[in-house]
């Protein structure tokens, strides 16, 4: 081993392992809870249009294609005392968590202006921390099992945090005010209308202090060893990142897959609250069990990937998933559809099950290709310009969120969507059962398209990291 770990080839310890995954569990808790529920939020709570907000995530996406290069290029030529890339997890994180909090603030109810203040500040100092975490998985080792279980480890993390945003409802629930049903005669906590939203920002308010402490443990945890000489680093500009992508094809080929793969989750789970809310009209409790299914799989499924990806490859298992994802959409499609099964919750969550069974463990296990990427880079032009090919798979990240907030939006104003009614319009309805379905399933099989054509095997992946080591041993 001792020999193996001289080459770059590190074994980690759980401990480290369980830091590095706390990392992408604190950026679930807060970015993943604006990638959910922000739109949601701004039409139902803080009193914008979905047309106005879907303009602005367009906007705030067209930012960040400027913004993440730079940052990028920070990365790689920065050299911090606290460490080259987890150093930004505090430098990065504590803004970070500012922002994220008065975005679900409601001062200044209904002023686009302060939404595109905070929103825009908060995506830039996500970027400062999301870019360089991506860079510190491939610094900690070049081992590529140790890379899938660093992977799963790190998966099976960040779906604790998306388990806690997906209960948001009920823990909404707990601090909003209580108004009478008049079906059932009860008192029901509320959490769509613009009287919770002192509990809105109460929760984003508790899941932001978490995230932070998370950032501080992974800091903690993870020290770099695979990392760019300092005077390569001194040549890094933000051209290199565009010659990294016209040179690299399988950067070219993994960057198009995350355009679909995060257009594709986001599209689905911006639509969930509405689709709960308005097509089949559930509880806070309810429409919470329903989001957990669609998280509780990666708990199942993420800690048998290196053993699945052993038995049929990485490509096998993105085919296996991603088929299974779009088995889940046509089955929730069909319930919905059909008079007799529509309101039948157990069925819906059956659907959800088996939908989010294949997107978890297939775009949980894509995270592994990139420190693979990174390497390609290295083994043909000599330069481990890590943060900067983080830079481009969060450019093209962030282009399949900007999808993902932009199409709802578009699509619930063209159907008339309107908060103000208890009861949408059927066209309504179908517009929202598009944008959790139909729209999905069709971003699916694209991927499942630019996916086959990626080229980089384990047995090729290896081959090429023993080839870098030996140069640098023989230099």
């Not at 529920?37 to 879907?54: E, H």
């Not at 707990?174 to 920002?201: R, S």
């Not at 990392?227 to 070219?252: H, T």
Request: charged share 15%; proline share 4%; glycine share 8%.
């Amino acid at each position: 081993m001792a020999n193996s770990e001289s080459k770059g080839f590190y074994k980690l310890s759980w401990m480290q392992r369980i830091g590095f995954g706390a990392g992408d569990m604190a950026q679930n808790l807060i970015y993943q809870t604006i990638s959910i529920w922000l739109l949601f939020f701004y039409t139902n709570v803080f009193g914008l249009k979905p047309g106005p907000a879907a303009l602005m995530f367009l906007i705030v996406r067209l930012v960040d294609v400027l913004w993440d290069p730079v940052v990028g290029t920070i990365v790689d030529k920065g050299n911090p005392r606290w460490g080259k890339y987890r150093s930004w997890l505090i430098l990065g994180g504590i803004p970070l968590v500012g922002l994220a909090i008065l975005c679900f603030w409601n001062g200044f109810s209904g002023s686009l202006l302060y939404a595109y203040i905070t929103y825009v500040g908060m995506s830039m100092c996500y970027t400062l921390v999301n870019v360089p975490y991506g860079a510190l998985n491939a610094s900690l080792t070049r081992d590529t099992d140790e890379i899938t279980i660093l992977t799963s480890t790190r998966m099976f993390m960040a779906n604790l945090g998306a388990l806690c945003v997906k209960s948001l409802p009920i823990i909404i629930a707990i601090f909003a005010p209580k108004v009478l049903n008049p079906e059932t005669g009860k008192m029901t906590a509320v959490y769509n209308t613009p009287d919770a939203a002192g509990a809105w920002f109460i929760t984003m308010t508790l899941f932001a202090l978490v995230g932070m402490a998370l950032l501080f443990f992974c800091f903690s945890q993870c020290k770099e060893k695979v990392v760019m000489d300092q005077k390569e680093a001194a040549n890094v500009k933000v051209s290199d990142l565009w010659m990294e992508f016209v040179r690299n094809r399988p950067l070219r080929v993994l960057a198009f897959f995350f355009i679909t793969a995060f257009a594709m989750m986001s599209v689905g789970n911006a639509a969930d609250a509405y689709f709960m809310t308005y097509n089949v009209g559930a509880t806070p409790l309810l429409t919470t069990l329903f989001m957990w299914l669609g998280t509780i799989p990666a708990f199942i499924f993420m800690p048998l990937v290196p053993a699945i990806k052993r038995k049929i490859g990485k490509k096998g298992m993105f085919y296996l998933f991603l088929g299974v994802a779009i088995l889940g959409m046509a089955m929730m499609y069909t319930f919905v559809s059909i008079p007799a099964t529509k309101s039948n919750f157990v069925l819906l969550c059956i659907a959800q099950f088996v939908k989010s069974t294949g997107i978890i463990t297939a775009t949980g296990y894509m995270w592994a290709l990139v420190p693979e990427v990174i390497s390609y880079g290295e083994y043909t032009t000599g330069k481990r310009i890590a943060g900067i090919v983080n830079a481009l798979t969060g450019i093209f990240f962030k282009a399949g969120m900007a999808l993902g907030g932009v199409v709802p939006g578009l699509v619930l104003a063209w159907v008339g969507f309107n908060a103000d009614l208890a009861k949408q319009t059927p066209l309504a309805e179908q517009g929202i059962l598009w944008l959790v379905c139909v729209i999905p399933a069709l971003l699916l099989l694209l991927a499942i398209f630019i996916i086959s054509k990626y080229e980089l095997s384990d047995e090729k992946m290896d081959q090429i990291n023993r080839e870098i080591e030996a140069r640098h041993l023989a230099e």
